[in-house]
Each structure stands twice: as C-alpha cells, then as structure tokens.
T-cell receptor
Framework: GIQVEQSPPDLILQEGANSTLRCNFSDSVNNLQWFHQNPWGQLINLFYIPSGTKQNGRLSATTVATERYSLLYISSSQTTDSGVYFCAVEHGNAGNMLTFGGGTRLMVKP | DSGVTQTPKHLITATGQRVTLRCSPRSGDLSVYWYQQSLDQGLQFLIQYYNGEERAKGNILERFSAQQFPDLHSELNLSSLELGDSALYFC????????????FGPGTRLTVT
C-alpha cells in the first residue's frame, strides 16, 4: 500500500515562530487532507489540497503532486496551535479510505 | 463542530464483552467511514459504507462489524473485546462515494479492562 511519511515527528516552538511541516507520499494520490488533532483528541480539518496552494489565516498548504509531497506552513504560532498535525491521502479506486501519516507533534511554548 | 456526531464519548468495558458505537453523518452525506486510532498502530481505516452498502474494507478484525442504516447513521459493533482493542474510534463522513473531503466526528474513546 501507499506509504505516508511526515517530518519532523516532534517540534517545539516559541510563540510567534514560524514552522514548516512536510508530508511525503510514495505514490500518486486522488486526495490529500491536513488535520490538526487538538489535545482533546478532536480531528479538525485544515485543508483539502490534492494539488496547488491554499491559505487560511496563519496557515497555508502546498501540495506538489508530481513530486509527491505536501507542506503545511504555520506562521506566527500560538499556544493553541499545539497538538498533532496529520497528513492523510486517498489513493487508488477501491473505496475512498484515507491513509494517515504518523503525524507531527507540535508544542508551542508561551 | 464538523457536523458528525458520535456516541458515546467514552466507554469502559471488560474483556470478552461486546459494545456498539454509533455515528450520525453530516446532513446530506452519504458515505460513512470508521477509523481506529491506537498508540501502536496510529490512525487506521476500518470500513466504508456508501448509501447503505459496504464500499471498502481495511484492517478490520473479524470480531468487528458495521452497518449503515436507511437513515444513513452507522453502527460499529465490537465483540469479544481484548485489551488491545482499547483505542479512539472515529467516524467520518463525506458527501458521496467518490473523491470528497472527509469530516471527522469527535470520536469514542474505548477502554477495555
């Protein structure tokens, strides 16, 4: 099956810093989503981005499908950005399951 | 709030027991997915239903079963529970059976003692 790798696995930032999270995938994908899992366990949709660039406030994402990677940018980080960020891809035509990466655990310190 | 609801939020039960997790998709969504998040396996896809029919199956154990009802809500049944089944179980939904954004519910945290 498809492999999804996220880096770095852990990240500690000072409030106000910027960061870039990376997601590499081993095959072509039909769909790519970024999620934020908050400390209460909820998975929050950030971006639906099979290709191209999108921005939402302090967050933006870019997927370069031909090179099989996606980047999530967090600018001016806040303590509420803490949690785990997951990249998930949909690959193939046997259903629409998402395959998740291992996540990047982010801690933003005040 | 994604619009996907799951009940119960928490469930504590003993080994060997059977439990049922319930999910209501977002209004208008026809596809329902179940995922399991455990410490050692990460987030894994279990099963997908589209408009009442099973569409795809992932790493779902034979002790687990699911169904989607005519009103589109779904239930995940877990039986002969083992300690290793302790996990966060998510339901997600999407508009159709094709390539659409999936929205996740708040999850049911299952603890097997």
């Amino acid at each position: 099956g498809i492999q999804v790798e996220q880096s770095p696995p852990d990240l500690i930032l000072q409030e106000g810093a910027n960061s870039t999270l990376r997601c590499n995938f081993s095959d072509s994908v039909n769909n790519l989503q970024w999620f934020h899992q908050n400390p209460w366990g909820q998975l929050i949709n950030l971006f639906y981005i099979p290709s191209g660039t999108k921005q939402n406030g302090r967050l933006s994402a870019t997927t370069v499908a031909t090179e099989r990677y996606s980047l999530l940018y967090i600018s001016s980080s806040q303590t509420t950005d803490s949690g785990v960020y997951f990249c998930a891809v949909e690959h193939g035509n046997a259903g629409n399951m998402l395959t998740f990466g291992g996540g990047t655990r982010l801690m933003v310190k005040p | 709030d994604s619009g996907v609801t799951q009940t119960p939020k928490h469930l504590i039960t003993a080994t060997g027991q059977r439990v049922t997790l319930r999910c209501s998709p977002r209004s208008g969504d026809l596809s329902v997915y179940w995922y399991q998040q455990s410490l050692d396996q990460g987030l894994q896809f279990l099963i997908q239903y589209y408009n009442g029919e099973e569409r795809a199956k992932g790493n779902i154990l034979e002790r687990f079963s699911a169904q989607q009802f005519p009103d589109l809500h779904s239930e995940l049944n877990l039986s002969s529970l083992e300690l290793g089944d302790s996990a966060l179980y998510f339901c997600a939904s999407s508009v159709g059976g094709g390539i659409y954004e999936q929205y996740f519910g708040p999850g049911t945290r299952l603890t097997v003692t």
